[in-house]
């Protein structure tokens, strides 16, 4: 069984410009959800799709967006990029998603797409 | 909101010695998950504990989940160079939170 695809893995943008990035679940998972990761501050939670719907957000402003497709794959964008953006950018996939209580399930996660912004 | 604390931040070790990383909620959870994330990778799931007063090993692993369901602890007894990277905690309540998470170096 595939594990979850991230796209492309590595990227250089420039302040003001915009990345969108690509998650290809597990077969079969429904729920995708989108994860920061930079030095010191640990797994930053951004928001989770579950059947084409935002099901949780996280606290980040309005220039992170992101979608999910009728086929689970998922995208998210970052606009007006800023030299803080600069991160690994992390995709999760789940059967369950993150419906807290019990029913949370195990998380699969790609191998990332690290930002860089200069 | 929610808020997971994982202690320590950082934790250097002599090949052999044991270690363990502690995380603590906020609010009662209904589960909690555990993390590793070698360098250079991404977080792989080791396992979920679900009720009060759990424990659970793995190998030299052993993962207790506390009787109030507001704190966890990870232990590894008797580290290897393969122990290597970073341990996570992420509670599990009305949402998935991740705590910062424990360096771990062994020195061979």
């Known amino acids: 069984k595939a594990g979850v695809t991230q796209t492309p893995r590595y990227l250089i943008k420039t302040r003001g410009q915009q990345v969108t990035l690509s998650c290809s679940p597990i077969s079969g998972h429904r729920s995708v959800s989108w994860y920061q990761q930079t030095p010191g501050q640990g797994l930053q939670f951004l928001f989770e799709y579950f059947s084409e719907t935002q099901r949780n957000k996280g606290n980040f402003p309005g220039r992170f967006s992101g979608r999910q497709f009728s086929n689970s794959r998922s995208e998210m964008n970052v606009s007006t990029l800023e030299l803080g953006d600069s991160a690994l950018y992390l995709c999760?996939?789940?059967?369950?998603?993150?419906?807290?209580?019990?029913?949370?399930?195990?998380?699969?996660f790609g191998e990332g797409s690290r930002l860089t912004v200069l | 909101g929610q808020q997971v604390m994982q202690i320590p931040q950082y934790q250097h070790v002599q090949e052999g010695e044991d270690f363990t990383t502690y995380c603590n909620s906020s609010?009662?959870?209904?589960?909690i998950q555990w993390y590793k994330q070698r360098p250079g990778g991404h977080p792989v799931f080791l396992i979920q504990?679900?009720?009060?007063?759990e424990v659970k090993k793995q190998k030299r692993l052993t993962f207790q989940f506390g009787e109030a369901k507001k704190n966890s602890s990870l232990h590894i007894t008797a580290t290897q160079t393969t122990d290597v990277g970073t341990y996570f905690c992420?509670?599990?309540?009305?949402?998935?939170?991740f705590g910062k998470g424990t360096l771990l170096t062994v020195n061979p």
């Open positions: 504990l679900v009720k009060s007063g």
């Open positions: 999760a996939s789940s059967f369950t998603g993150l419906a807290g209580g019990p029913n949370t399930g195990e998380l699969f």
């Open positions: 992420a509670g599990s309540n009305y949402k998935l939170t």
């Open positions: 609010t009662t959870l209904s589960n």
